[in-house]
């Protein structure tokens, strides 16, 4: 529910188990202030969910996503985002065919 509230628009079963991993790992702070929810709330699904694996960090200055914990890289997240970001994308494109 409280991941639910953030959200405007209705997301595919595939879609909201994947951002129900997310927001439980990074917190409902994290998830209300991502570019993931502001893109998927206007309706761009497929980049919402690359979001999860491409997110740009200005103060490291890269592009991979949710994958940093206390300033490292882990790859147990690079392996839990992607496994995130396929789902979703199963989800949104589904949505997107209908």
């Known amino acids: 529910n409280q ?3 953030s959200v405007r628009v209705p997301l595919s079963e595939q ?14 702070g ?7 929810l502001r893109k998927l709330n206007a309706g ?6 690359i979001e999860l694996t491409h997110a740009c960090s200005r103060s490291r200055g890269t592009c991979e996503g ?3 914990a206390g300033g490292r890289q882990l790859p147990g ?3 839990r985002r992607r496994e995130e ?4 994308l199963k989800g ?7």
Not at 15 to 28: C, K, R
Not at 92 to 98: E, W
């Open 85 to 88: 970001r396929d789902l979703c």
């Open 3 to 5: 991941m639910m509230r």
């Open 44 to 49: 761009q699904r497929v980049d919402a969910c």
């Open 15 to 28: 879609e909201q188990i994947a951002y129900l991993s997310f927001h439980y790992n990074v917190g409902p």
């Open 77 to 79: 997240l690079v392996t």
């Open 30 to 36: 994290a998830f209300r202030d991502s570019t993931l």
């Open 92 to 98: 949104a494109l589904s949505h997107v065919q209908n």
């Open 66 to 68: 949710w994958t940093f």
